[in-house]
């Protein structure tokens, strides 16, 4: 069992920047694939950024360019770089950790982190 633990958030001014952490405990941590994930009040949870085991890295459109997301196996750690923020950015983010059997994906989720950037 993989658990994992966000920190990071707050509130910034728009224009400002924060780092999120995730760190991960109880499990092979370089052998999982993590993403972030963000829910907006009244909204569907989404993808923000992914990172494979491998280091590939991808994100959501809105956020290309302002995000970045990277990883630390010896810390069992990833980090959600944010730049440029925005009020729209404004979620309670979540860690996400996944790996694939040979019949599904395993996922694991941290408790999630406030994000506010006011109008």
């Known amino acids: 069992q993989v658990q994992l633990v966000e920190s990071g958030g707050g509130m910034v001014q728009s224009g400002g920047s924060l780092r999120l952490s995730c760190v991960a405990s109880?499990?092979?941590?370089?052998?999982?694939?993590v993403g972030w994930y963000r829910q907006a009040p009244g909204k569907q949870r989404e993808l923000v950024a992914v990172i494979s085991s491998h280091g590939t890295t991808n994100y959501t459109d809105p956020v290309k360019g302002r995000f970045s997301i990277s990883r630390d196996n010896a810390r069992n750690t990833v980090y959600l770089q944010m730049e440029s923020l925005k009020s729209e950015d404004t979620a309670v983010y979540y860690c996400?950790?996944?790996?694939?059997?040979?019949?599904?994906?395993?996922?694991?989720w941290g408790q999630g982190t406030q994000v506010t950037v006011p109008v």
């Open positions: 109880g499990g092979a941590f370089s052998l999982l694939g």
């Open positions: 996400n950790a996944y790996y694939f059997t040979w019949v599904s994906r395993v996922d694991f």
